[in-house]
């Protein structure tokens, strides 16, 4: 490795353990000061060069990823919204509210309630006529070879290694146009604690790429599958999971393989709303047609 890699490196480094400190201390006051000092950088240039690097603000790095808690505790928990929003780092509901609708579209009050309309798994039939709530289309799939990091643990905190293999990305020249990004999901979040899930998240390489760890190359094979395409926040998609298992496979007349379902990102969520995030999940069917 060059001089040049070497330093590259080692900035990039500097990085991840500042965005893996602000997803460990979301909750607290995050001082720019501390934030420096963890980049091991002068606070007076610190700000100037996270930005450059990661292309948002730490201010927008931190409110995109509280609103995304809190999104996701809206639908999950019945905790009052000024619960939220104080977990959410806001002094009063009235400010929450405000920030929530401009990234959201809509107050939390209404999100709650029209997360919480997303159709459970059910063992009564749909009624006749009722469209589909997602496009699902069905795929032969190439294999591809991702280098990833294993994740145990709530599926809400997979940014954290998502960056490590970020960064890892960047500093290897393995970022480019057809680079896609990828996470495996091996757990039922409605089975399993979610202290015990487990995910790899990742992005495509070619097979052999050399990686070092706590990256590992994870080969995943082709196939059939059935892709569902969601546009809307990552908080939302259980629902798109409940209607895919409970409305569409039932009725579709195919047999889910014996094999983890996968979300393709196909948007920077630094770039979009979160009610722009578009996301592809696909679930393994067996044989052919």
Known sequence: MSQRETTQQAWLGRFVRVSDYITAHLEEDLDLDRLAEVACLSPYHFHRCWHAFTGETLAQMVTRLRLHHAANALIKDDDPVETVARAAGYGSAAAFTRAFSRAFGRSPAVYRTEGRLDPPITLSPPKEGNAAMHDVRIEEVQPVT????RHVGPYL?????FNQV????????????STRVIGIYHDDPGAVAEEDLRSDVGISVEPGTPVKQPIQLVDVPGGRHAILRFKGAYAELLGAYNWFFGTWLPQSGEEPGDAPCM???LTNPREVAPADN????????????
């Open 157 to 161: 905190e997979v940014e954290k290694p």
């Open 263 to 265: 979300e393709y990102y």
């Open 278 to 289: 578009i996301t592809e999940i696909h679930m393994p069917l067996k044989g052919c047609r």
């Open 166 to 177: 970020f960064a890892w990305a960047m500093g290897a020249g393995q970022m480019g146009p």
């Open 146 to 149: 991702l280098a990833a990091i």
